[in-house]
């Protein structure tokens, strides 16, 4: 079974609000979902106390969505910038550009930097023989 993390909208016409939902991948947008992981309400909020700028409402159990993601399901395009907004989930081949746009992370280095450090010696670069420290006798 094919499960997809995906929005799933309410509210009114010219006022949505959506819950990020875990469903099956072929069943309806708003059909009964597995399991609901949070809202998004993409209407700017104003800001507290009237300082700052307006804002938009993004509530999520990062508990389950981290499951969900561990387990194998795949977010839809809106969902996976929400994930990558709050540093949840990156794609394999991207780096964590998203949220340095948004400016609420500032990487030091990129993943697969941070991969190649974390592998040593053991991760080289494509058509290279692995480095063996052992010697036969």
């Known amino acids: 079974m094919a499960v997809k993390i995906r ?4 509210g009114k016409a010219h006022a949505p609000f959506y ?10 947008r708003n059909s009964k979902p597995l399991e609901v992981l949070g809202t998004y309400d993409p209407i700017p909020k104003p800001p507290p106390y009237g300082q700052g700028k307006p804002f938009k409402d993004i509530q999520l159990d990062t508990a ?12 839809s395009d809106p969902v996976w910038r929400l994930l990558a907004m709050v540093s949840l989930y990156y794609s394999e081949t991207e780096e964590a550009v998203l949220p340095i746009k948004v400016g609420l992370i500032e990487p030091k280095y ?3 930097e941070a991969l190649q450090q974390k592998a040593g010696p053991i991760m080289a670069q494509p058509g290279t023989p692995p480095k063996t420290t052992a010697t036969t006798t």
Do not use: C, D
């Open 7 to 10: 929005l799933a909208r309410f």
């Open 19 to 28: 819950n990020i939902v875990v469903a099956n991948a072929r069943t309806a």
């Open 64 to 75: 389950r969505a981290k499951y969900w993601l561990g387990v194998g399901a795949q977010p």
């Open 110 to 112: 990129s993943i697969i």
